[in-house]
């Protein structure tokens, strides 16, 4: 399955549109040098053409993750129940040991454990398998039934590992922005960071723009309004890393996690001094 969905939108009773979902890209491009490789597409997404999106990946030389920056734009008025960016899906068991369909061989469990930090920086973790129902959903206290957690859409970096396999992927966050170019309102619908596992064979965390009010078949579980000209925009990066597994403390194990987001977010600037430049 593709592992980055840039953007996506679902609008009920239609279906999700993803930027995957394009059959070919209505425009891309390439570019690149001694330092950088941009790849970078954009163009009406394939089911919802009044919604114009663009995703670009900049590999740098020398830097151990993937800048992306993405946008959406709303060209007309819109009704959707979901609008996410920045969503990672990847394989994981519906049940642990089991198939999803009898004679199928179960997915591979991609990652064992989430990782992110608290409001005090302090690294939280959280065992994928550690919490399922009889049908192989997340089942924690305080959430939804299917949701891992449920965090702050500017949280600094998610993170997904398997510590005895010694691999990591981690979003790092830089910026985000919601606006309207035709001064119409701009939804504040729940936005949020999301980490779930249903027992559909995946895991994923996902960054949404636009999210319902409610729980699922709740009477708050309805779409939101989008005015014409809204703009929703995210600058992050991806991260592949080796997490430690000497079973330390979180915060060491998940060091290139946390040292890579510093980079990310203050990278190394020019300091004018005096009274130019001009």
């Not at 570019?31 to 394939?46: D, K, L, S």
Request: glycine letters at 10%; hydrophobic letters at 35%.
């Amino acid at each position: 399955m593709p592992i980055h969905f840039g953007t996506d939108v679902w609008s009920p009773p239609q279906g999700w549109d993803h930027d995957y979902d394009w059959k070919a890209p209505p425009n891309q491009r390439c570019e690149g040098g001694a330092t950088a490789f941009r790849y970078h597409r954009w163009g009406p997404m394939q089911r919802y053409r009044d919604v114009t999106t663009s995703i670009t990946y900049t590999f740098y030389a020398h830097v151990p993750y993937v800048h992306v920056s993405s946008t959406m734009d709303f060209t007309e008025d819109r009704s959707a129940r979901m609008v996410r960016m920045g969503e990672i899906v990847v394989d994981h068991s519906a049940k642990p040991g089991s198939a999803q369909n009898e004679g199928e061989t179960p997915p591979a469990d991609v990652f064992s454990h989430y990782a992110w930090p608290d409001a005090a920086g302090a690294v939280v973790e959280r065992d994928v398998m550690a919490s399922l129902d009889e049908e192989g959903w997340a089942a924690l206290d305080g959430l939804a039934r299917g949701a891992l957690a449920i965090l702050e859409r500017d949280v600094p970096w998610v993170a997904a590992y398997d510590a005895e396999r010694g691999y990591g992927m981690a979003t790092l966050r830089r910026a985000q922005f919601a606006g309207n170019r035709l001064g119409g309102p701009i939804p504040h619908s729940a936005p949020c960071t999301y980490l779930s596992n249903y027992g559909w064979g995946f895991t994923y965390w996902s960054r949404p723009m636009v999210a319902p009010l409610g729980q699922r078949q709740t009477p708050l579980d309805r779409n939101t309004a989008i005015a014409a000209g809204t703009l929703f925009a995210t600058e992050e990066a991806l991260l592949v890393f080796e997490p430690g597994n000497d079973g330390g403390p979180a915060q060491e194990r998940l060091k290139e996690v946390t040292e890579a987001q510093a980079r990310f977010v203050r990278p190394l600037r020019f300091v004018y001094k005096g009274t130019g430049p001009w």
